[in-house]
């Protein structure tokens, strides 16, 4: 996106894909349209800055979970600025979550941290809760989202798989 809100050379015109998409190409966010009202832009940037905020205390806090929002964030920054979606999407840590998120693939390793560290989370908010019903609850949601996680394609780590 230009300075001006105007779509640049990367992105998805009404007809076009915005860029070499075969099936080959990597996977990444979807090329959504700009938003031109610098109202709306501002306050697409505030509600995404904010999100990427729960999506990192999500990171630590049982119970708030990390994934959705960095999700809405990209989103937002997707449509409102492209120097807030290249940061997040270039991030150390969420970025490389993201991009294996979008590819829809993701490596073993990947999906046992994210599951373990999303079990855990269960695990303990159920035990501070002190009551049944959570743990019917997080066992249902648990469950969708292990579901989920595991039948992402498996990615082979870069480097991985070459001299078996």
């Known amino acids: ?21 075969g099936p080959g190409a990597a996977a990444g966010p979807p090329v959504l349209r700009p938003v031109k009202s610098r109202a709306l832009r501002w306050a697409l940037n505030a509600v995404g800055l904010i999100s990427l905020g729960l999506g990192a205390i999500g990171a630590f806090v ?52 994210t599951l373990a560290v999303m079990w855990l989370g269960l695990i303990v908010s159920a035990w501070l809760i002190g009551k049944p019903w959570p743990w019917v609850i997080f066992a249902v949601i648990g469950t969708g989202v292990s579901i989920h996680i595991l039948t992402l394609k498996p990615k082979t780590p870069p480097g991985g798989g070459a001299g078996r």
């Open 62 to 113: 049982p119970l708030l979970p990390t994934t959705p929002f960095l999700l809405l964030s990209a989103l937002c920054f997707a449509k409102a600025s492209d120097r807030l979606l290249n940061y997040l999407l270039g991030h150390r840590i969420f970025g490389s979550y993201l991009h294996q998120y979008y590819s829809g693939e993701m490596t073993l390793a990947y999906k046992l941290q």
């Open 1 to 21: 996106m230009t300075a001006d809100g105007a779509a640049g050379p990367d992105s998805a015109g009404p007809g076009g894909s915005g860029g070499p998409d």
